[in-house]
């Protein structure tokens, strides 16, 4: 605390604190004195660290560690002497600024905020809401999508949920999307990897290097990475220090705006410069270059008044940080997250494997509905009420059949692209497409045929091509199908084609 006494008397001294209420900005060391404010606190560690000489450095310079536990004797020899403990939250904030990870979720932080104008508290959580608040690993969906000049690049789409008079947290989010920049200095993608790496957070990815083997399947746009399941409600911007390490609870709101102020006071920035003047600067740039629905979207502002003029899709459609950086707007992120390709996977069965459609005769609430046909049959009740109780049973079995195959799908696609991760895209999926049928009924139809494989030329349509399809067409909706013939084999004013026959077909 002798170090303390001398950082006291140096300040009285000092030409730029002559005034009493500068000097009584730090607390004195006597009995009963309020502890020191974090200001205080970090100024009086640059102040050991200035005249300090450190003994490992070839430089001189103390080592973090040493700075730290030098703070914990300050914290520990206050409580003793004043009777005051400093507060829990300023005690963990000194380590804050050192630790390595907030060299990569603050810059990611602040780079998200800039492009999507989102409020503090969509990203930070208040001290109440700590278990479930902040930016989780599940608000963010990153897919490696396929660039025109070969390769892939990342995009990547954040679901805010944490917004104002959103009473439907599950269900309502708000998302924008961004994608890889051409400049470092701009591109956050970076660090949205990295932090995911050190949490091991990516499901079937462990390293930058297996990630650099990623390919996408060929005839494939775009490859989907997902997170593992333990890690889909864990902070991605979390309390990180050096003496506690990395916890899972997110970084304070508290924490952040200090750290924030402090990068833009050291950047030069004075007065207003804050996040809420950020999402204003962004708020004006947009209202340059799109509509009031889509500003509106983008800010999460869900006025009704506004919303009432426009249908919007669950993503926005501005990209955020072109206009932020004043750059042409580049939206293949916004087209992709809003558009059907990511629903798509080829390949999706279409009905339930057979041991799984059989085990639906199985289920217990069905079974009971069939018992009561039989019993209804048994007791020759009126046709109407065999009638109707078929039909209950009919309707029960295709709503259990439906949810049955849309869960299915669901853990069919998973499977799928989990499988394109762990191949690194390296192999091409065997699909059993069923096109036997198509096929046959081609042989049958042969306009049929060649309509499919005219309608899939990616070529311009010649226009013998278009003759030739409209042809196609009418032959085809006006073809007799009560019943079906090879070709050649019609009947002939409903006579055997065959000569010499001579039979009527009906």
């Given amino acids: 605390m002798n170090r303390w006494v001398e950082a006291i008397g140096k300040q009285e001294r000092s030409p730029i604190n002559e005034s009493e209420d500068a000097a009584a900005e730090v607390p004195r060391l006597q009995n009963n004195s309020p502890p020191p404010n974090l200001a205080t606190i970090k100024d009086f560690l640059r102040f050991h660290i200035a005249i300090s000489q450190g003994r490992i450095d070839e430089e001189g310079r103390i080592t973090a560690d040493s700075v730290n536990t030098f703070a914990e004797w300050l914290f520990a020899g206050w409580a003793r002497v004043t009777g005051n403990t400093v507060d829990e939250d300023d005690r963990k904030a000194v380590y804050d600024f050192v630790h390595p990870r907030n060299k990569a979720q603050i810059p990611f932080a602040i780079a998200v905020f800039c492009w999507t104008g989102a409020r503090m508290g969509a990203s930070f959580p208040d001290k109440d809401n ?124 508290r924490t952040f705006d200090r750290i924030i102020k402090s990068v833009l006071n050291l950047s030069g920035y004075f007065g207003n410069a804050t996040i809420h003047a950020i999402r204003r600067f962004i708020g004006k740039k947009i209202n340059e270059r799109y509509t009031e629905v889509e500003r509106s979207q983008h800010k999460t502002q869900t006025d009704t008044w506004v919303y009432g003029q426009s249908y919007v899709a669950n993503t926005s459609s501005v990209s955020g940080r072109d206009a932020f950086l004043g750059e042409p707007a580049m939206h293949d992120h916004d087209d992709f997250f809003q558009s059907f390709a990511k629903f798509r996977e080829k390949g999706l069965p279409s009905c339930l494997p057979a041991e799984q459609a059989d085990a639906i005769e199985q289920d217990s609430y069905l079974m009971e509905l069939m018992d009561q046909i039989r019993l209804l049959k048994s007791n020759q009740a009126l046709p109407s009420d065999i009638q109707a109780g078929r039909r209950k049973a009919s309707s029960y079995r295709r709503s259990i059949t439906a949810k049955r195959l849309q869960k299915h799908k669901l ?96």
């Fill in 130 to 253: 700590k278990a479930r608040g902040g930016l989780r690993y599940r608000d963010v969906e990153v897919v490696l999508l396929q660039n025109s000049g070969g390769g892939w690049k990342i995009i990547y789409r954040i679901d805010q949920r944490w917004v104002k008079n959103n009473r439907d947290l599950e269900n309502t989010v708000y998302g924008a999307s961004t994608s890889q920049h051409s400049k470092l200095l701009y591109d956050d993608t970076q660090y949205l990897l990295a932090l995911p790496f050190a949490d091991k957070a990516f499901w079937g990815i462990s390293s930058p290097e297996e990630l650099w083997q990623l390919q996408i399947p060929p005839n494939e746009d775009e490859l989907t990475l997902r997170w593992t399941d333990s890690a889909k409600h864990l902070p991605i911007l979390r309390n990180a220090t050096m003496i506690y390490g990395v916890s899972e609870e997110p970084l304070p709101k």
């Fill in 411 to 506: 853990e069919w696609v998973q499977k799928r692209r989990d499988w394109k991760i762990t191949t690194r895209g390296k192999e091409r999926p065997d699909d059993n497409i069923k096109t036997d049928l198509l096929e046959v009924l081609s042989r049958i139809m042969p306009e049929r045929g060649r309509l499919i494989k005219t309608m899939i030329l990616a070529a311009t349509a010649s226009h013998e091509e278009r003759k030739q399809v409209i042809s196609d067409l009418y032959s085809l909706i006006t073809r007799d199908c009560s019943v079906l013939y090879r070709p050649g084999e019609e009947r002939i004013d409903g006579i055997c084609p065959v000569k010499g026959c001579g039979t009527t077909m009906a």
